[in-house]
């Protein structure tokens, strides 16, 4: 049986929508360049559109549209609201200096991703390298340790029997003192134990609860 993808109308929203990033690069630099601007202003202005005006839609989409969370096809809202989303934080994947220079200062990468929705403390250390495909959906506890290089998906997208593409989507939860090592990975829903540590290497499937020293089977607990 074919795979099915998404309707024609719903797939040439998905392909404007990879737009964004294009139009957002060249409105930035035209906005900036402007003659007229002094340039203190004008590096205030390109710092604000570059970490302030993404997050803040992200913020304006998540309150109009809801925050995704579940399981969903190319049809449904929630697939199209973080669709959205996601394209407004591809900038941050392309250019990961952009986000590595946040975290120079003490607190300011979680104050960033408090912007964006997640909740965050202050007092994590974020390694060189961390890579967060949503920024909004984060709960990260105080004295938490993100090892270099290790990445915090809280989505996957996966096909079903049928050929239908699946989106999923759920927070990670990192407890107080957790530690995730370096070039782990965890995917969507899962869950660290406070004071536990993820080995370096390990990658982690959607929804698990890793306590012990080990994936841990059952309900996780409530986030």
């Not at 302030?52 to 992200?58: A, D, E, I």
């Not at 952009?98 to 300011?108: C, S």
């Not at 090592?181 to 995917?187: E, I, M, N, T």
């Amino acid at each position: 049986m074919p795979r099915r993808g998404p309707p024609g109308g719903l797939r040439w929203y998905l392909v404007a929508a990879n737009y964004y990033t294009l139009v957002y690069v060249v409105a930035g630099v035209l906005t900036v360049a402007m003659p007229a601007v002094a340039w203190p202003a004008r590096l205030a202005l390109a710092l604000a559109w570059l970490y302030l005006l993404p997050p803040l839609l992200g913020r304006a989409t998540l309150a109009l549209r809801g925050r995704p969370r579940g399981r969903f096809t190319p049809e449904t809202r929630a697939y199209r609201t973080w669709w959205m989303l996601t394209q407004l934080q591809v900038i941050y994947g392309r250019v990961p200096l952009l986000e590595e220079a946040l975290r120079i200062v003490p607190g300011a990468y979680s104050l960033w991703l408090r912007l964006w929705g997640s909740r965050a403390s202050l007092l994590v250390l974020w390694s060189p390298g961390v890579m967060v495909t949503d920024r909004y959906l984060l709960q990260v506890a105080k004295g938490v340790v993100v090892g270099t290089r290790s990445t915090l998906g809280p989505h996957i997208a996966t096909v079903d029997s049928r050929g239908q593409s699946v989106l999923t989507v759920a927070p990670i939860v990192l407890e107080e003192g957790s530690v995730v090592g370096a070039l782990a990975g965890l995917g969507p829903g899962c869950h660290v134990a406070a004071r536990e540590t993820v080995p370096a290497g390990r990658l982690l499937p959607p929804f698990t609860l890793w306590k012990d020293g080990r994936k841990t089977t059952g309900p996780l607990p409530a986030a």
